[in-house]
């Protein structure tokens, strides 16, 4: 049984092989341990693949927001990046006031459903502080606004799904959470984004797809909602929501692909690494599935962790073999 297979049982708990296992390097991490990684991940290619490429540029960096300077996407939002190879965050915000909202055209161009497209997307174009006092205070231009958002992601689901004719895992990331909290409340996130959810991941749905959602932060609290909505994937930080909460109302429900405590893996052994994925792993995995493991590393964790994440990944994802 091959990588994908696995993760296709998982996610509909048929019986997986092995749980499936990932690590993502961010660019700033090639950057800082260079030769030393490439032969790290050539030496696990259960987890990285076969095809390594002989010679490879560390310093590349392909997504504009992680390009060092500033970045002003198509809706206008100006992204600052102090760092080359980490995420910019929005510094610079289109819409400021409520009367712009009643002006607000989308982009003419189609720039598919990156990551933080609708949640995020409001964030960005009002800023924080904005965005949160009209969730507070419910004025018109709430609903105007996230209605614009909104038409314009379905028509690009609808382009995202054009001839796509075979079953496949379709990805959407939007983080919904802060580190120990709901910035809105469960209440008010039904009311005016969970039907925004419900028409984004059921027109996928009905198409024969299956939903991967990705979310930073704290949100375990409308995972139920969003299996609702038609997830069949979740991604949740591990720290944000904590095992016990995830295994209450995922475990069975839906399949999980869990982010391992990145906020640890800088500080910690690979003795503690290991005792984290046996926990998630007892936690969370069963024999009939459900459970996907993956870890992301920054330029911050050591490579004796990053090897101690690979060694524990491939030691667990066996755990419940016959």
């Known amino acids: 049984m091959g990588a994908d297979e696995d993760r296709l049982k998982a996610m509909k708990f048929e019986h997986p092989e092995y749980i499936p296992i990932s690590i993502g390097l961010l660019p700033a991490t090639w950057m800082k341990h260079r030769e030393r990684l490439d032969a790290l991940v050539k030496r696990h290619p259960v987890i990285f693949g076969q095809g390594q490429p002989q010679r490879r540029d560390y310093d590349a960096v392909r997504q504009a927001t992680y390009r060092q300077g500033r970045h002003v996407d198509a809706w206008g939002c100006v992204w600052s990046n102090i760092r080359a190879g980490m995420e910019a965050i929005v510094t610079g915000h289109p819409v400021p006031t409520r009367e712009a909202v009643r002006t607000l055209k989308p982009p003419g161009e189609d ?137 209450r109302v995922c475990k069975g429900k ?35 599935g459900g459970l996907w493991l993956k870890a992301e590393c920054g330029p911050d964790v050591p490579l004796a962790n990053i090897e101690a994440i690979c060694t524990a990944l491939e030691r667990y994802r066996g755990h419940f073999r016959t």
């Not at 720039?111 to 949160?132: A, N, Q, T």
């Not at 003795?271 to 998630?280: F, K, L, P």
Request: proline share 6%; hydrophobic share 40%.
């Open 111 to 247: 720039i598919g459903l990156p990551h933080g497209f609708m949640y995020l997307r409001l964030l960005d174009l009002r800023g924080f502080e904005e965005m949160m006092v009209d969730f507070a205070e419910e004025p018109p231009e709430l609903q105007m606004l996230i209605d614009i958002v909104l038409e314009y992601n379905l028509r690009q689901v609808e382009r995202l799904l054009a001839g796509r004719t075979a079953p496949e895992i379709i990805h959407f990331g939007d983080d919904l959470g802060m580190q120990t909290l709901l910035p809105i409340g469960p209440e008010k996130w039904r009311r005016y984004l969970k039907p925004c959810y419900a028409a984004l991941y059921g027109r996928a749905r009905r198409a024969g797809h299956w939903v991967y959602m990705h979310s930073d932060g704290h949100f375990w609290e409308i995972i139920g909602d969003l299996i609702e909505c038609g997830v069949n994937v979740i991604n949740p930080q591990v720290r944000a929501n904590g095992l016990d909460n995830l295994a």
């Open 254 to 288: 839906v399949c999980v692909d869990l982010d391992l405590d990145r906020q640890m893996f800088p500080f910690c052994t690979p003795g503690d690494i290991d005792a984290h994925v046996r926990q998630a792993v007892e936690t969370l995995g069963s024999p009939a």
